[in-house]
């Protein structure tokens, strides 16, 4: 079966340090993988969106970057930290019509 | 561009009662249809979807969503609450044609199951 790895689940970074979070798929081969970010609890936004190996979509401009080192990881980096990075990430994959989604990552910049 | 709105930010409900929490979209072509639930910090779980066939769909822990394609809908249904129902409930669309990628969810409603 597939499952999907987020970490880690909480994180507290102080403005302007770098940002590394990672996500991990198993059971499957080359999947659509996405990030999301849901800000205040509330709403999903798209972030990033990957179809293969080195290959990122952005849909919005901002101060993360996203990256694709090997078929099944997918990360999502900052190299200075804003506050308005704060927030709650989720990456997903999915498999044919679904979207199967990892537990998330909270992140709060200080 | 493909869209989705939950024109409701809260639903409150009392236990026993029927639930609908309300979902309508915007997509070119046909769409494909999914509603998301989510506990407090914790990532979304797939309740349901439509993809083609029959407007009822049925899902997980005795949820149900119709698919009206004439109001461009997709409520979210179950005839009997229960306080664990409570949780923030996401629909979300997808173009159905090959090559699309991008997932489209609303900004969620928060369902209030009281006792």
């Known amino acids: 079966s597939q499952t999907i790895h987020q970490w880690p689940a909480t994180l507290v970074q102080p403005v302007g340090s770098p940002l590394s979070l990672e996500c991990t798929v198993e059971g499957t081969s080359n999947p659509n993988l996405y990030w999301y970010r849901q800000a205040a609890g509330r709403g999903l936004q798209l972030l990033f969106y990957?179809?293969?190996?080195?290959?990122i979509s952005s849909e919005v401009p901002q101060n993360l970057s996203a990256s694709r080192p090997q078929d099944r990881q997918f990360i999502l980096s900052s190299k200075k930290l804003l506050l308005s990075d704060s927030g709650f990430y989720l990456c997903?994959?999915?498999?044919?019509?679904?979207?199967?989604f990892g537990q998330g990552t909270r992140l709060t910049v200080v | 561009a493909q869209s989705v709105a939950q024109p409701e930010d809260q639903v409150n409900v009392a236990e026993g009662n029927p639930l609908t929490v309300k979902c309508t979209y915007s997509v070119s072509g046909n769409p494909y249809l999914f509603w998301y639930v989510q506990y407090p910090n914790r990532g979304l779980q797939f309740l349901l979807k439509?993809?083609?066939?029959?407007?009822l769909v049925k899902g997980s822990y005795g949820f149900e969503a119709e698919f009206n394609k004439s109001q461009t809908s997709f409520h979210l249904k179950k005839p009997s609450a229960l306080v664990s129902d409570s949780a923030l409930y996401f629909c979300a669309v997808r173009n159905s044609g090959a090559g699309s990628y991008q997932l489209t969810f609303g900004k969620g409603t928060k369902l209030s199951v009281i006792p």
């Open positions: 439509y993809i083609t066939g029959d407007n």
């Open positions: 997903a994959w999915r498999r044919q019509s679904e979207a199967f």
């Open positions: 990957s179809v293969g190996i080195g290959q």
